[in-house]
């Protein structure tokens, strides 16, 4: 029993740290948001990205496996973003390359997430 447990532990372990594809993806957008609050700081006030908030990017790349992923953190953060008095979406789209990383669209409430690929 205790050898199968390490064995569950290391193999999830090794799923976070390769980012092993699941059949179904898992990403909710509660998981997203909570990836992504350190970021609304930027996003309205400006001065420097937190590296907490990159971290929520890098995250949130991680997880987005397939186009039916991204199209639902696309959702999400557009949904979510409309609710933050003084959200500023030119320094919202700067934020992945701030991070180093990129986003394969550019976020603004008129965004159609459906058309994401
Ligand atoms: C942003 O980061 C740079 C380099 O770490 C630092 O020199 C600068 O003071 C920071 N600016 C703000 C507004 O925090
Ligand atoms: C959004 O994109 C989808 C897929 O390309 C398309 O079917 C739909 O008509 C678009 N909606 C709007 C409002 O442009």
Request: aromatic content about 6%.
């Amino acid at each position: 029993m205790a050898v199968t447990k390490v064995a569950l532990v290391a193999s999830m372990m090794a799923c976070m740290l390769l980012t092993c594809s699941y059949s179904k993806s898992t990403l909710t957008c509660d998981q997203i948001t909570i990836w992504l609050t350190p970021c609304i700081a930027y996003a309205v006030l400006g001065g420097n990205v937190s590296s907490l908030c990159c971290q929520g990017i890098y995250s949130l790349e991680a997880a987005k496996k397939t186009a039916e992923d991204r199209r639902g953190a696309c959702q999400c953060i557009k949904d979510r973003a409309a609710y933050i008095p003084g959200i500023d979406y030119d320094r919202v789209n700067q934020i992945p390359g701030k991070c180093g990383t990129k986003c394969s669209y550019k976020l603004y409430p008129s965004t159609n997430c459906s058309a994401v690929q």
